[in-house]
């Protein structure tokens, strides 16, 4: 496994992580969550990705003990959470970056992750209801009284982005070091474009998510939605129609024979991909069973026969260069 460094802070993540969005406490239990961390961790996996808001809770409970039942030394690892959509109804619980809601929902989070604190803490969306301002120093608080060791945001623009490392910079409070946004070969723009200026002028570190585009970019979509997979889950209705769309089904099966004639998955490919951007720090994996683990942690050795005319063959089939955009 390589380890990259986290933007420009001293922190090294490896380059393939590991989150539980959409499978720990709904597809898989204890059990299952922790074949898939144990085989993750085996590869290299330092960085276990998770948010508060995850099947509401249960997931950090998942992680929780299953971190406990491994018993890896506590320094070998490092966790993340997210707080924003909140777990209850009420003014002040819900969609959400206030002062009062981050400094609750922190302590939520290390109660179910059993943890003294947590690596990386995430605010989740931006909220334009709460000044920025406010957010900034109740992020600075956290990470102050020890309870998280980064923060960052994910899904903010690079105008708020920017506007945060300025509050922070201007009262010597710590700083946003990481964003999360989406990077996969369908969704390329925030990663390639909108945030060019923020790694050389503020060292921003990425940690990316949905590299499979939910599992679209597997294959696994291209007959139609399969019984066991993601998009067939009660209350994942709404990504059905991503999973399904011809358009990028039809770039799939175009896709499906450069990996062939590298000896690759698709998956693979997609995640190799990935990595081949030094402006991501990690990619983010999901895998709703073990084998899914160990087939995409062989994307590592699939990074080099990427090279730039293999590159080019697949931004044809993409169509897509977001650094080229007027
Ligand atoms: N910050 C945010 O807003 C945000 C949003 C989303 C995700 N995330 C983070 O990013 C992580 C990864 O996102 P993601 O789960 O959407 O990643 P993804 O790689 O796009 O999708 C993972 C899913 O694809 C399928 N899959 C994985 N490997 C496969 C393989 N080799 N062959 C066939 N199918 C495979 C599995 O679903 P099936 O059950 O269908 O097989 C798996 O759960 C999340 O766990 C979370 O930590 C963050």
């Not at 309870?147 to 509050?167: D, F, L, N, P, R």
């Not at 939910?214 to 066991?228: Q, R």
């Not at 087939?295 to 026969?305: L, Y």
């Amino acid at each position: 496994m390589n380890y990259r460094h986290l933007g420009r802070s001293g922190l090294k993540v490896s380059e393939l992580s590991f989150g539980s969005w959409v499978t720990f406490g709904n597809q898989m239990g204890e059990d299952k969550a922790r074949e898939c961390m144990a085989a993750a961790y085996a590869a290299g996996i330092n960085f276990f990705d998770n948010a508060e808001g995850y099947a509401l809770g249960q997931s950090e409970i998942v992680m929780g003990n299953v971190l406990k039942k491994l018993a890896w030394r506590r320094g070998s690892y490092l966790v993340s959470t997210k707080f924003y959509w909140g777990l209850h109804v009420g003014p002040n619980e819900k969609n959400t970056l206030n002062r009062k809601r981050l400094l609750e929902a922190i302590d939520g989070s290390l109660t179910r992750l059993q943890l003294d604190y947590v690596d990386l803490v995430f605010c989740h969306r931006p909220d334009p209801t709460t000044p920025i301002e406010e957010t900034v120093w109740a992020m600075h608080d956290i990470v102050a009284r020890g309870k998280a060791v980064y923060w960052g945001t994910s899904e903010w623009s690079a105008a708020e982005i920017m506007e945060a490392w300025q509050i922070a910079d201007k009262h010597h409070l710590h700083k946003p070091v990481m964003e999360q946004p989406q990077y996969n070969m369908f969704n390329r723009r925030k990663v390639e474009y909108e945030y060019a200026r923020l790694y050389q002028d503020i060292g921003l570190g990425t940690t990316t998510w949905s590299p499979l585009a939910s599992g679209l970019l597997t294959g696994k979509y291209n007959a139609g939605i399969p019984a066991e997979s993601r998009a067939n889950l009660k209350d994942y209705e709404w990504l059905k129609p991503a999973l399904t769309d011809l358009e990028q089904i039809d770039k799939v099966r175009k896709l499906a024979p450069i990996a062939a004639d590298l000896g690759i998955t698709l998956a693979q490919m997609a995640l190799a991909w990935c990595l081949k951007n030094p402006h991501v720090s990690t990619v983010i994996t999901g895998a709703s069973r073990v084998e899914q683990v160990h087939e995409n942690m062989k994307a590592q050795d699939a990074v080099e026969k990427l090279n730039p005319e293999v590159m080019a063959l697949i931004d044809e089939v993409l169509g897509n260069k977001p650094l080229e955009e007027g």
